[in-house]
Protein backbone atom coordinates (compact mmCIF):
# COMPACT_ATOMS: atom_id res chain seq x y z
CA UNK A 1 0.00 0.00 0.00
CA UNK A 2 1.46 3.70 -0.91
CA UNK A 3 1.29 5.76 1.79
CA UNK A 4 -1.07 8.73 1.74
CA UNK A 5 1.71 11.25 0.26
CA UNK A 6 2.83 9.19 -2.87
CA UNK A 7 -1.15 8.28 -3.91
CA UNK A 8 -1.38 10.96 -6.96
CA UNK A 9 -3.56 13.59 -6.11
CA UNK A 10 -7.11 14.39 -8.02
CA UNK A 11 -6.78 16.55 -11.00
CA UNK A 12 -6.93 20.06 -10.48
CA UNK A 13 -10.00 20.65 -12.71
CA UNK A 14 -8.59 23.76 -13.93
CA UNK A 15 -4.81 24.17 -14.71
CA UNK A 16 -3.89 26.72 -11.40
CA UNK A 17 -6.79 25.89 -9.59
CA UNK A 18 -6.81 23.93 -6.43
CA UNK A 19 -9.88 21.43 -6.60
CA UNK A 20 -10.66 23.09 -3.11
CA UNK A 21 -10.95 26.53 -4.57
CA UNK A 22 -13.51 25.95 -7.54
CA UNK A 23 -16.55 27.37 -7.18
CA UNK A 24 -19.62 24.41 -6.45
CA UNK A 25 -22.48 26.73 -8.10
CA UNK A 26 -21.84 29.19 -10.59
CA UNK A 27 -24.58 31.30 -11.63
CA UNK A 28 -24.70 33.84 -14.58
CA UNK A 29 -26.72 37.03 -15.88
CA UNK A 30 -26.40 36.19 -19.35
CA UNK A 31 -26.36 39.85 -20.95
CA UNK A 32 -25.84 41.67 -23.88
CA UNK A 33 -27.58 39.73 -26.65
CA UNK A 34 -29.24 42.69 -27.91
CA UNK A 35 -26.02 44.91 -28.39
CA UNK A 36 -24.11 42.15 -29.97
CA UNK A 37 -26.90 42.29 -32.88
CA UNK A 38 -27.16 46.05 -32.77
CA UNK A 39 -23.05 46.56 -33.44
CA UNK A 40 -24.08 44.27 -36.39
CA UNK A 41 -26.90 46.50 -37.06
CA UNK A 42 -28.97 43.18 -37.19
CA UNK A 43 -32.12 42.24 -35.20
CA UNK A 44 -31.89 41.59 -31.77
CA UNK A 45 -33.44 38.28 -31.82
CA UNK A 46 -30.34 36.89 -33.95
CA UNK A 47 -28.10 38.11 -30.48
CA UNK A 48 -30.65 35.78 -28.89
CA UNK A 49 -29.98 32.97 -30.85
CA UNK A 50 -26.29 33.54 -30.66
CA UNK A 51 -26.50 33.36 -27.02
CA UNK A 52 -28.26 29.67 -27.26
CA UNK A 53 -25.02 28.78 -28.71
CA UNK A 54 -23.03 30.11 -26.09
CA UNK A 55 -25.38 28.47 -23.30
CA UNK A 56 -25.01 24.70 -24.33
CA UNK A 57 -20.97 25.66 -24.42
CA UNK A 58 -21.12 26.61 -21.22
CA UNK A 59 -23.10 24.09 -20.08
CA UNK A 60 -21.08 21.35 -21.77
CA UNK A 61 -17.42 22.87 -19.86
CA UNK A 62 -19.35 23.08 -16.76
CA UNK A 63 -20.27 19.50 -16.80
CA UNK A 64 -16.57 18.85 -17.94
CA UNK A 65 -15.08 21.08 -15.09
CA UNK A 66 -17.34 18.83 -12.13
CA UNK A 67 -19.32 22.27 -11.21
CA UNK A 68 -22.17 20.95 -9.51
CA UNK A 69 -24.76 23.92 -10.09
CA UNK A 70 -24.93 25.94 -13.14
CA UNK A 71 -27.80 28.98 -12.65
CA UNK A 72 -28.94 30.81 -15.67
CA UNK A 73 -30.70 33.83 -15.80
CA UNK A 74 -32.36 33.67 -19.37
CA UNK A 75 -35.98 35.35 -18.45
CA UNK A 76 -37.19 37.93 -15.99
CA UNK A 77 -40.38 39.30 -14.43
CA UNK A 78 -39.42 42.29 -16.04
CA UNK A 79 -38.62 41.46 -19.63
CA UNK A 80 -42.52 41.01 -20.52
CA UNK A 81 -42.05 45.13 -20.89
CA UNK A 82 -40.32 44.60 -24.05
CA UNK A 83 -41.73 44.45 -27.46
CA UNK A 84 -44.12 41.81 -27.53
CA UNK A 85 -42.46 40.61 -30.72
CA UNK A 86 -38.94 40.29 -28.67
CA UNK A 87 -40.54 38.41 -25.92
CA UNK A 88 -42.66 35.83 -28.48
CA UNK A 89 -39.32 35.17 -30.40
CA UNK A 90 -37.65 34.41 -27.31
CA UNK A 91 -40.25 32.44 -26.16
CA UNK A 92 -40.19 30.37 -29.43
CA UNK A 93 -36.49 30.65 -29.09
CA UNK A 94 -36.75 28.76 -25.69
CA UNK A 95 -39.07 26.28 -26.41
CA UNK A 96 -36.81 24.77 -29.33
CA UNK A 97 -33.76 24.88 -27.04
CA UNK A 98 -35.50 22.54 -24.64
CA UNK A 99 -36.20 20.17 -27.61
CA UNK A 100 -32.88 20.48 -29.17
CA UNK A 101 -30.87 20.48 -26.49
CA UNK A 102 -32.53 17.41 -24.98
CA UNK A 103 -29.95 14.95 -26.02
CA UNK A 104 -26.89 16.63 -25.26
CA UNK A 105 -28.28 17.43 -21.56
CA UNK A 106 -28.90 13.46 -21.44
CA UNK A 107 -25.77 12.96 -22.71
CA UNK A 108 -23.96 14.92 -19.98
CA UNK A 109 -25.60 13.55 -17.24
CA UNK A 110 -26.98 16.72 -16.26
CA UNK A 111 -30.08 17.59 -13.90
CA UNK A 112 -32.33 19.77 -16.08
CA UNK A 113 -34.21 22.12 -13.70
CA UNK A 114 -36.40 25.80 -14.29
CA UNK A 115 -36.85 28.09 -11.23
CA UNK A 116 -39.51 31.24 -11.70
CA UNK A 117 -43.53 31.85 -11.73
CA UNK A 118 -42.91 28.90 -14.94
CA UNK A 119 -47.02 28.88 -15.17
CA UNK A 120 -47.51 32.57 -16.62
CA UNK A 121 -45.02 30.82 -19.47
CA UNK A 122 -46.39 29.94 -22.68
CA UNK A 123 -48.19 25.82 -23.07
CA UNK A 124 -45.57 25.06 -25.16
CA UNK A 125 -42.47 26.18 -23.05
CA UNK A 126 -43.98 24.59 -20.30
CA UNK A 127 -44.65 20.99 -21.52
CA UNK A 128 -41.06 20.76 -22.65
CA UNK A 129 -39.74 22.22 -19.26
CA UNK A 130 -41.52 19.06 -17.64
CA UNK A 131 -40.53 16.99 -20.11
CA UNK A 132 -36.72 17.54 -20.04
CA UNK A 133 -37.39 17.40 -16.24
CA UNK A 134 -38.76 14.51 -16.08
CA UNK A 135 -36.08 12.73 -18.39
CA UNK A 136 -33.45 14.19 -16.59
CA UNK A 137 -34.16 13.88 -13.04
CA UNK A 138 -32.19 10.95 -11.88
CA UNK A 139 -28.79 11.99 -13.55
CA UNK A 140 -26.07 12.67 -10.88
CA UNK A 141 -23.50 15.17 -13.24
CA UNK A 142 -24.14 19.03 -13.02
CA UNK A 143 -27.49 20.69 -12.30
CA UNK A 144 -28.18 22.75 -15.12
CA UNK A 145 -30.98 25.31 -13.86
CA UNK A 146 -32.84 27.90 -15.89
CA UNK A 147 -34.10 31.35 -14.07
CA UNK A 148 -37.48 31.57 -16.67
CA UNK A 149 -39.97 34.30 -15.49
CA UNK A 150 -37.58 34.67 -12.26
CA UNK A 151 -37.49 37.02 -10.05
CA UNK A 152 -35.58 37.59 -6.84
CA UNK A 153 -38.44 39.48 -4.98
CA UNK A 154 -41.05 37.34 -7.08
CA UNK A 155 -39.28 34.30 -5.40
CA UNK A 156 -39.44 35.73 -1.75
CA UNK A 157 -43.00 36.82 -2.47
CA UNK A 158 -44.17 32.99 -3.12
CA UNK A 159 -42.13 31.66 -0.82
CA UNK A 160 -43.52 34.13 1.91
CA UNK A 161 -47.43 33.12 0.90
CA UNK A 162 -46.34 29.50 1.12
CA UNK A 163 -44.65 30.28 4.47
CA UNK A 164 -48.30 32.27 5.86
CA UNK A 165 -50.60 29.54 4.38
CA UNK A 166 -48.50 26.73 6.01
CA UNK A 167 -48.43 29.01 9.53
CA UNK A 168 -52.52 29.57 9.51
CA UNK A 169 -53.07 25.65 8.98
CA UNK A 170 -50.57 25.04 11.92
CA UNK A 171 -48.39 23.32 9.56
CA UNK A 172 -45.35 25.54 10.49
CA UNK A 173 -44.52 27.38 13.91
CA UNK A 174 -43.27 30.53 13.39
CA UNK A 175 -40.86 30.61 16.07
CA UNK A 176 -39.70 27.92 14.71
CA UNK A 177 -39.18 29.70 11.22
CA UNK A 178 -35.10 30.33 10.84
CA UNK A 179 -32.97 30.75 7.25
CA UNK A 180 -32.82 27.16 6.82
CA UNK A 181 -36.75 27.02 6.78
CA UNK A 182 -37.31 29.92 4.78
CA UNK A 183 -34.83 28.76 2.22
CA UNK A 184 -36.81 25.29 1.82
CA UNK A 185 -39.94 27.33 0.68
CA UNK A 186 -37.81 28.98 -1.87
CA UNK A 187 -38.02 27.55 -5.84
CA UNK A 188 -35.47 24.81 -5.44
CA UNK A 189 -35.16 24.32 -1.90
CA UNK A 190 -32.07 22.14 -2.33
CA UNK A 191 -29.80 24.80 -4.37
CA UNK A 192 -26.14 24.96 -2.94
CA UNK A 193 -25.69 28.64 -2.09
CA UNK A 194 -24.01 30.36 -5.57
CA UNK A 195 -20.24 30.66 -4.61
CA UNK A 196 -19.56 32.92 -8.38
CA UNK A 197 -22.16 34.91 -9.82
CA UNK A 198 -21.26 35.98 -13.53
CA UNK A 199 -22.43 39.02 -15.08
CA UNK A 200 -21.70 39.39 -18.66
CA UNK A 201 -22.28 42.92 -20.74
CA UNK A 202 -20.95 44.92 -18.46
CA UNK A 203 -23.49 46.27 -16.19
CA UNK A 204 -22.89 46.48 -12.30
CA UNK A 205 -26.36 45.05 -11.17
CA UNK A 206 -28.31 42.59 -10.31
CA UNK A 207 -31.07 42.75 -12.02
CA UNK A 208 -33.43 41.05 -9.31
CA UNK A 209 -31.97 37.60 -9.80
CA UNK A 210 -31.37 35.27 -6.65
CA UNK A 211 -31.67 38.08 -4.11
CA UNK A 212 -32.10 35.80 -1.55
CA UNK A 213 -28.95 33.15 -2.38
CA UNK A 214 -26.39 35.47 -3.28
CA UNK A 215 -25.76 37.22 0.20
CA UNK A 216 -21.93 35.68 -0.11
CA UNK A 217 -21.77 34.90 -3.98
CA UNK A 218 -18.38 36.42 -5.53
CA UNK A 219 -19.08 38.62 -8.29
CA UNK A 220 -17.67 38.79 -11.34
CA UNK A 221 -18.61 41.17 -14.11
CA UNK A 222 -17.18 41.40 -17.83
CA UNK A 223 -17.53 43.71 -20.39
CA UNK A 224 -17.36 40.37 -22.58
CA UNK A 225 -20.97 40.26 -24.34
CA UNK A 226 -23.15 36.63 -23.98
CA UNK A 227 -22.76 35.63 -27.59
CA UNK A 228 -18.80 36.22 -27.30
CA UNK A 229 -18.59 34.42 -23.98
CA UNK A 230 -16.42 31.32 -24.48
CA UNK A 231 -14.49 28.78 -22.17
CA UNK A 232 -11.53 31.30 -21.82
CA UNK A 233 -13.95 33.66 -20.12
CA UNK A 234 -15.07 31.28 -18.08
CA UNK A 235 -11.96 30.36 -16.91
CA UNK A 236 -10.89 33.71 -16.38
CA UNK A 237 -14.08 34.16 -13.85
CA UNK A 238 -13.49 31.01 -11.82
CA UNK A 239 -9.61 31.91 -11.40
CA UNK A 240 -10.89 35.28 -10.47
CA UNK A 241 -13.14 33.44 -8.02
CA UNK A 242 -10.29 31.23 -6.69
CA UNK A 243 -7.88 33.89 -5.80
CA UNK A 244 -10.70 35.79 -3.89
CA UNK A 245 -10.11 35.55 0.14
CA UNK A 246 -14.12 34.36 1.30
CA UNK A 247 -14.67 35.77 5.11
CA UNK A 248 -18.22 35.25 5.29
CA UNK A 249 -17.95 38.47 7.56
CA UNK A 250 -15.18 36.99 9.87
CA UNK A 251 -11.76 37.38 9.87
CA UNK A 252 -10.40 34.95 6.93
CA UNK A 253 -7.24 32.38 7.23
C1 LIG B 1 -29.95 39.29 -22.26
O1 LIG B 1 -29.61 40.09 -23.33
C2 LIG B 1 -31.01 38.29 -22.61
C3 LIG B 1 -32.32 38.58 -22.02
C4 LIG B 1 -32.59 39.48 -21.13
C5 LIG B 1 -33.41 37.75 -22.49
P1 LIG B 1 -30.35 41.46 -23.62
O2 LIG B 1 -31.49 41.19 -24.55
O3 LIG B 1 -30.74 42.12 -22.35
O4 LIG B 1 -29.22 42.26 -24.34
P2 LIG B 1 -28.85 43.79 -24.16
O5 LIG B 1 -28.59 44.02 -22.69
O6 LIG B 1 -30.03 44.57 -24.66
O7 LIG B 1 -27.63 43.97 -24.99
C1 LIG C 1 -31.09 40.70 -16.86
O1 LIG C 1 -30.83 41.39 -18.03
C2 LIG C 1 -32.05 39.58 -17.14
C3 LIG C 1 -31.53 38.46 -17.91
C4 LIG C 1 -30.30 38.31 -18.31
C5 LIG C 1 -32.50 37.45 -18.21
P1 LIG C 1 -31.65 42.69 -18.42
O2 LIG C 1 -31.10 43.18 -19.70
O3 LIG C 1 -33.11 42.41 -18.39
O4 LIG C 1 -31.31 43.66 -17.20
P2 LIG C 1 -31.36 45.25 -17.11
O5 LIG C 1 -32.66 45.69 -17.71
O6 LIG C 1 -30.19 45.77 -17.88
O7 LIG C 1 -31.23 45.53 -15.65
MG1 LIG D 1 -29.77 43.47 -21.12
Known amino acids: MPSASTLPKPPAALPGVPPGRMP ?7 DGNGRWAQKRTWARIRGH ?5 VVRETTE ?8 QLTLYAF ?8 EREVSLLMRLLE ?13 NLRFKAIGRLDKLPEGVRRELAETTRLSAANTGTTLCLALNYGGRAE ?19 ARLDEAAVASYLYQPDMPEPDLLIRTGGEQRISNFLLWQ ?40
Open 24 to 30: RHVAIIM
Open 49 to 53: RAGVR
Open 61 to 68: ECARLGIG
Open 76 to 83: SVENWKRP
Open 96 to 108: RYLVWERPTILEN
Open 156 to 174: IVDAARRIAEDAKAGRLDP
Open 214 to 253: ISYAEIHVTPTLWPDFRAADLHAAIRDFASRERRFGGLGA
